[in-house]
């Protein structure tokens, strides 16, 4: 027999910087001894128009190679092109354009995947809703779609999305969910069984002590880092606040970050360095002296509570203390982080935390326990595969 075949239709490509839990699982289910294939959400001549940036090159690239092979020719990665993709501007946002864009795509994004073999699957795993299409033209012996977000806090979110996140929802064997508060919405879609899926970390990429990267070198400790994106729900004044109250501390952002540019006010102790590969992060944290998790609660509770972020799980991995604000499913979690209720207990907290650091095996110890080796091993017993 050979082996297990996994189709994943994700809305992130393969060599983002911004590895999500889709990624973590593909690798998984790879370890596990599965072949997979990653497909992401497409790009467009639309894509264009707001520059060939770093990201856009990288999916065009994966595109005009016919994908590209990972793992030790284990996972294949592909980024289809189509004359009219998904996305929140008029006519973009249509219920027409998410379910047809495959039609228009150039090749035949469901003929590139049949000719790699994945056009029947042991497992179709779905995280995009732009690419519902695959429960008709591939076959397969289970499905499953994770929502890992409370989707509708998100700004791309439309009103075509939300109908074809119910109809997925209700078309798949399983839905799963990384945080414990999505349990009620996943109920709502309509899901006829669901499993919590926790969001997990890979312990060895970040446990291993590393060099400090040279970039860093430039910067006084003690270094305050966060890692991530930086989208409506970060809470820029409170970042702002910290950087004034505590001019003794580097304050190092990494991820996309052109609204950050916009919203933070410049200050010499904050260094904003967009994107880093992820091969890179581990290095980054290890020699920080506290990690970050600084989201707007208040202003966007419906998707903040709702989230189990996954720098908390790395940034303990890497050793360090965590400082975040408070929301339900931090919580829950019971992690070793200090949840912060008001600015002036978090900016309190980074102060404790650069002089205080605490126990570096008691924050790896809770995160060895977290491994997505685990979630994708309680993933196949659940599916019965």
């Known amino acids: 027999m050979g082996r297990p075949k996994l189709l994943m239709a994700c809305a992130n490509y393969w060599q983002s910087p911004l590895q999500v839990g889709s990624h973590h699982l593909a690798r998984g289910f790879v370890a596990a001894g599965w072949d997979v294939a990653f497909v992401s959400d497409p790009i467009s001549p639309f894509h264009l128009l707001q520059g060939l940036g770093p990201e856009l090159r990288d999916r065009f690239t994966a595109y005009r190679r016919g994908g590209v092979s990972d793992l030790d020719g284990r996972l294949w990665s592909y980024v289809p092109a189509t004359l009219l993709s998904p996305h929140n501007k008029p006519l973009l946002r249509s219920r027409w354009v998410h379910q047809h864009w495959a039609s228009l795509s150039q090749p035949n994004v469901a003929e590139v995947v049949r000719a790699r073999g994945f056009g029947k699957v042991d497992l179709l795993y779905f995280d995009s809703l732009s690419q519902n299409f695959w429960l008709d033209r591939v076959t397969r012996q289970r499905s499953v779609f994770r929502v890992a977000d409370r989707n509708s806090g998100f700004r791309k979110f439309t009103p075509a999305m939300q109908r ?9 064997d399983t839905v799963v969910y990384p945080a ?35 970039e860093l070198e430039a910067y006084p400790t003690p270094i305050a880092i966060y890692v991530g994106s930086m989208d409506e729900w970060f809470d820029f004044t409170l970042m702002d606040a910290a950087v004034a109250q505590l001019p003794h501390v580097s304050f190092v952002l990494i991820g996309p970050d052109q609204l950050a540019q916009r919203r933070l006010r410049p200050a010499p102790n904050l260094h904003l360095l967009g994107r880093r590969p992820y091969s890179e992060l581990p290095a980054y944290l290890q020699h920080a002296q506290v990690g970050l998790i600084p989201f707007d609660v208040a202003g966007h509770a419906e998707l903040v509570h709702s989230v189990n972020p996954l720098k908390l799980h790395e940034y303990l991995a890497a050793g360090l203390p965590v400082v975040a604000t408070e929301w339900d499913e931090l919580v829950a979690l019971g992690s070793p982080a200090r949840l912060c209720r008001s600015r002036e207990e978090f900016i309190a907290a980074v102060a404790r935390a650069v002089s205080e650091p605490g126990d570096r095996k008691l924050y790896q110890d809770y995160a060895r326990g977290d491994r997505w080796e685990s979630r994708v091993n309680d993933l196949i017993l659940h599916l019965g595969l």
Do not use: I
Not at 165 to 171: G, I, V, W, Y
Not at 196 to 211: K, Q, S
């Open 164 to 172: 074809l996140e119910q109809e997925l929802a209700t078309s798949v």
């Open 180 to 214: 414990s508060q999505l349990r009620r919405h996943v109920e709502e879609l309509g899901a006829r069984r669901s499993l919590y899926l926790p969001n997990g970390v890979d312990f060895a990429h970040f446990e291993p002590l590393r060099r400090k990267p040279r």
